[in-house]
Each structure stands twice: as structure tokens, then as C-alpha cells.
Nanobody, 124 residues
Framework: QVQLVESGGGYVQAGSSLSLSCAAS????????MAWFRQAPGQEREFVAA????????HYVDSVKERFTISRDNAKNTVYLQMNKLKPEDTAVYYC?????????????????WGQGTQVTVSS
């Protein structure tokens, strides 16, 4: 069983930066793909970014490319999401997710473990 705990959310103005962290209860380097999803009020959960267990492969939704960076520190069992140039449309609850199996990075139903979420609010 993997437990994930997100932190780092907050309320910021457009153009600002935030860094999210996701601490895992077990070692995440062994075959776990880690990802961030987000869900805005009244909308479906949306894929944001993913990183393979080695850290060598990353994948982003088009709307955050060049602004967000996903990274991982396997020694600390932690995954990060650095968010720059934030926009009001980035406002959502951000969830960390983990999976041990392969498949499309953006497929939420392939992730086995989820955190409780952290709120990010960007004002215009």
C-alpha cells in the first residue's frame, strides 16, 4: 500500500510560482510512475504531468508545457511539481498519483494510489 501526501498549495496572483510536493510512504523508485492531476470545480479530473520511475521520461498536458516542471527525488520518496507563470485557469485541486503498471501516462484509471489533494488558487 502506498500513501501519498501533497503539500505546497496556496493562493497566488497570476504570473506567480508555486511548488507542490508529494511525499510517498514507501520507496517510489521501484517501477512507480508518478503523476499530477487536477480537478477544477464542476470539471472532470485532468492529467497535468507524469514522470517515469527513472526520471528520464516526463509527459505534460499541452496547457502547462513550458510553465510546469515535474521532478522526483527517489532518495526522499518525493515528487515535485514546479509551477511558473500561473494563470487563473490553473486553479484546481491538485492530486498526486502513483502506479506500478505501464500504459498511457494521462490515463487516470491506470493509477492505483492517490493523495488527498492540495488546493491551488490563482487570482487574476
Amino acid at each position: 500500500q502506498v500513501q501519498l501526501v501533497e503539500s505546497g498549495g496556496g493562493y497566488v496572483q497570476a504570473g506567480s510560482s508555486l511548488s507542490l510536493s508529494c511525499a510517498a510512504s514507501v520507496r517510489t523508485d521501484y517501477s512507480y510512475t508518478m503523476a499530477w492531476f487536477r480537478q477544477a470545480p464542476g470539471q472532470e479530473r485532468e492529467f497535468v504531468a507524469a514522470i517515469a520511475w527513472s526520471g528520464a521520461i516526463t509527459h505534460y498536458v499541452d496547457s502547462v508545457k513550458e510553465r510546469f516542471t515535474i521532478s522526483r527525488d527517489n532518495a526522499k520518496n518525493t515528487v515535485y511539481l514546479q509551477m511558473n507563470k500561473l494563470k487563473p485557469e490553473d486553479t484546481a485541486v491538485y492530486y498526486c498519483a502513483a502506479r506500478a503498471r505501464g500504459g498511457r501516462f494521462s490515463a487516470a484509471d491506470l493509477y492505483d494510489y492517490w493523495g488527498q489533494g492540495t488546493q491551488v488558487t490563482v487570482s487574476s
